[in-house]
C-alpha cells in the first residue's frame, strides 16, 4: 500500500531554512494533492500548504510569505521549504495525501518528524 | 490556539458509551464544509476514522459515528474498547482570511 516518510535535519538554526523531503512509495505521487501539516508542542495540527502532482500549490495564508512547496514526480517526492525559522516553527512536520478539495480529508499520513529550530 | 475547538480530555469505562465534540463558527463548519474525524494511537500517524457526513473508510467499525448540528460536530464512540485509546482530531476547512484547511487541538481519549 501506499505509504509515506518524511525525511531531513531534525535540528534547524534561528534565521534559517528548514528543508523537508516526503517520499511516497508503493504508489504513484502523479494526480494527487500532497499536503504538510505540522503540530507544535502543546498545540494542534496546522495546515502549511499542499502541491498537486503538475506543481499547482495553495499555503496556509499565516504561512505563505515563507513557505514553498515543489514536487519532484521522477522522483516521488515532494518536499517542503519554511524560510527564516524561529523558535515558534519547533514542531512535528508530517507529509499527508490531499485534500483533494475543500470537502476532502488528508487520507494517508507519514509518521512525522520532529524540527526543532535552536541555535 | 486552534480555530476548532476540543475538549481536551475524556474518559469513559470499557463498554461504555462516548463523545468528543468539535465547535467550530459561520466560516467554517457553519459555512457547511464537511468535518472529517482523525484517530492518532500512540507513535502511529493520524488515520481517518470518519470522513465527511458519516462515510468510514474500510476496515473503520461501526461503533464509530460523526454527526453535524450547525457550527459544531461530535464522534460518538460506542462499545468502548482499551485500544481505542487514543488521541482524536477534528478537522474541516475554513473559508476566511483567504481560506485554510483547519484542526482541532485534539482530545485525549482514556479508557477506563
Known amino acids: 500500500q501506499v505509504q509515506l516518510q518524511e525525511s531531513g535535519p531534525g535540528l534547524v538554526k534561528p534565521s534559517e531554512t528548514l528543508s523537508l523531503t516526503c517520499s511516497v512509495s508503493g504508489g504513484s505521487i502523479r494526480s494527487y494533492y500532497w499536503s504538510w501539516i505540522r503540530q507544535s508542542p502543546g498545540k494542534g495540527l496546522e495546515w502549511i500548504g499542499f502541491v498537486y502532482s503538475t506543481g499547482n500549490t495553495r499555503y496556509n495564508p499565516s504561512l505563505k510569505s515563507r513557505v514553498s512547496i515543489s514536487v519532484d514526480t521522477s522522483k516521488n517526492q515532494f518536499s517542503l521549504q519554511l524560510t527564516s525559522v524561529t523558535a515558534a516553527d519547533t514542531a512535528v512536520y508530517s507529509c499527508?495525501?490531499?485534500?483533494?478539495?475543500?470537502?476532502?480529508?488528508?487520507?494517508?499520513w507519514g509518521q512525522g518528524t520532529l524540527v526543532t529550530v535552536s541555535s | 490556539q486552534s480555530v476548532l475547538t476540543q475538549p481536551p480530555s475524556v474518559s469513559e469505562a470499557p463498554g461504555q458509551r462516548v463523545t468528543i465534540s468539535c465547535t467550530g463558527s459561520?466560516?467554517?463548519?457553519?459555512?457547511?464544509?464537511?468535518v472529517h474525524w482523525y484517530q492518532q494511537l500512540p507513535g502511529r500517524a493520524p488515520k481517518v476514522l470518519i470522513s465527511?457526513?458519516?462515510n468510514r473508510p474500510s476496515g473503520v467499525p461501526d461503533r464509530f459515528s460523526g454527526s453535524k448540528s450547525g457550527s459544531s460536530a461530535s464522534l460518538a464512540i460506542t462499545g468502548l474498547q482499551a485500544d481505542d485509546e487514543a488521541d482524536y482530531y477534528c478537522q474541516s476547512y475554513d473559508n476566511s482570511l483567504g481560506g485554510s484547511w483547519v484542526f482541532g487541538e485534539g482530545t485525549k481519549l482514556t479508557v477506563l
Open positions: 465527511g457526513k458519516n
Open positions: 499527508a495525501r490531499g485534500p483533494s478539495s475543500d470537502w476532502s480529508p488528508f487520507d494517508l
Open positions: 459561520s466560516s467554517n463548519i457553519g459555512a457547511g464544509y464537511d
